[in-house]
């Protein structure tokens, strides 16, 4: 069983040299486990969030046209970490060590924040062209944040260890070259 509710906010600017858009979500999404003729009953019945229960989503994306050949772009978001089953101990039990979990999802990762900026240069914007061309120079993560994708715990020679995995852990550069027909 399980319940999801929230609210999402949206302000945007379309026209002008600068537009661009600033939106906030608030979401739940909330299980819950209680019926052992059904399967395992998880956190004793009580409501845990699930995997991809994210509360607050932040997104802001810029754009500042300079010219009709030079724009710039931002844009930034930001979002509560995902849920997580932490270990919190060991024991020995049947001839073996076990290892003793938190409540379900008790913990999250630590929060996802990104910015990335872009500059696009447009090719001239000659009527009789059968293409328009564009070059887009840029940084994705421009702060180098290693947010992390997923956490995960290994046990090695009786000891637990957690190892958190980050994808795209630094600044990235990049160039693109656009051909629209």
Known sequence: MGKAY???????????????????????????ADNPMNGEVINEGRYYPASYDKPHDLTFVGNYKVSHRLSFSLNTTYSTGRPITLPIGRFYYDGGMRTLYADRNAYRIPDYFRTDFSMNIEGNHKVTQKTH??????????TGRRNPFSVYYVSQNGVVNG???????????????????
């Not at 190892?163 to 027909?181: E, H, M, R, V």
């Open 6 to 32: 929230g609210l999402e906010f949206l302000v945007r600017k379309t026209a002008g040299k600068l537009n661009g858009w600033i939106s906030y979500t608030y979401s739940r999404i909330l299980l819950k």
């Open 133 to 142: 061309n564009s070059w887009t120079i840029g940084v994705y993560n421009l």
């Open 163 to 181: 190892y958190k995995l980050s994808i795209f852990g630094t600044a990235i550069p990049f160039i693109n070259f656009n051909i629209k027909f």
